[in-house]
């Protein structure tokens, strides 16, 4: 079973939101964390809330939509800190809108940041995961991954590419020792949902508005007891793990709630 005390952990996105309680959750457990983001002045005050619990850190500032820069990130953590144990993609972002309103380059960006830019990140540690027969690999996806949802075509099929991904490499690096898990979160309370209930359709927040969101602990603290467990599929609420279960189901529901919430929108 993967053990967080005393395992290297790699966070991408680990600058903000469920990357950073990701990042306090592991140090808490007594790992050692290297954060990677683009924005190197949000790393720093980061590493330094880190370290004033005694955590040893190492960040990098790298675009994880550049496959090199990536490489090379890891390279240069992974010669600071020991290799990584722990890797937890989490660098990503979301811009809804109507299909009909979004450019081609958002649908573009969506998948070269939220999908690519979690497959870097994989590529980039899984070699030496299987050559020391031991490590884990977390990746963000979303609960837009379960269902599709009005306002995400171009989020959304970026998040079910990661959940094919993890779906696809959970049976393939497990004979090698490697535990792969993917987390569904819904609505969580961090800096990217701020930015994009900006974009929101009414249509879309009509949906979403249903369940709270909740806070990026909760998340967090479902990643570390998903990797303490071995657990593929990690919901960090219970709305979102009844969505997945139900979903296979009872689509037609589900479809017949979402027209329900569009028309709602449109009578007004
Ligand atoms: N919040 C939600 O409601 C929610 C729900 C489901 C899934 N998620 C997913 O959870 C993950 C984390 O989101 P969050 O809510 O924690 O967002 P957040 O607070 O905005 O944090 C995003 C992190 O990713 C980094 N990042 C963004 N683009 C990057 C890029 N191209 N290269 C490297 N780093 C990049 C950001 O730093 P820089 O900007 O400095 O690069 C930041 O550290 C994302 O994959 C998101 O899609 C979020």
């Not at 991408?12 to 954060?35: D, E």
């Not at 040893?56 to 953590?77: P, Q």
């Not at 009005?150 to 497990?174: D, H, I, N, Q, T």
């Not at 007891?225 to 009872?250: H, Q």
Request: hydrophobic share 45%.
């Amino acid at each position: 079973m993967p053990q967080l005390s005393g395992a290297h952990a790699v966070i991408t996105g680990g600058s903000s939101g469920i990357g950073l309680a990701t990042a306090h959750a592991f140090v808490r457990r007594g790992a050692t964390v290297s954060l990677m983001a683009r924005g190197s002045e949000r790393l720093e005050a980061a590493a330094a809330q880190l370290r004033q619990e005694g955590a040893t850190v190492a960040t990098a500032a790298v675009d994880v939509s550049d496959a090199d820069a990536v490489r090379a990130a890891v390279k240069e953590v992974t010669a600071a800190q020991g290799p990584c144990d722990v890797l937890v993609a989490s660098a990503g972002q979301a811009r809804p809108g109507r299909f009909l309103e979004l450019d081609d380059a958002i649908f573009r960006d969506m998948v070269e940041v939220d999908y690519f830019g979690v497959y870097q990140a994989i590529r980039a540690v899984v070699p030496s995961m299987v050559e020391r027969r031991r490590g884990s690999i977390v990746a963000i996806s979303s609960a837009a991954a379960l269902v599709g949802i009005y306002g995400y075509s171009a989020y959304g099929p970026a998040k079910f590419a990661v959940r094919g991904l993890m779906e696809s490499l959970r049976g393939e690096l497990k004979p090698h020792g490697v535990h792969v898990g993917c987390v569904f979160p819904p609505d969580v309370d961090t800096p990217q949902l701020v930015e994009e209930n900006q974009w929101k359709p009414a249509e879309t927040a009509a949906i979403s508005g249903t369940i709270k969101p909740i806070h990026p602990d909760r998340v967090a603290l479902a990643i570390a007891r998903g990797i303490e467990r071995n657990k593929f599929a990690v919901y960090p609420d219970a709305g979102t793990a009844a969505i997945a279960r139900l979903i296979p189901l009872a689509g037609s529901l589900w479809r017949r709630f979402e027209d329900s919430r569009i028309r709602s929108v449109t009578r007004k």
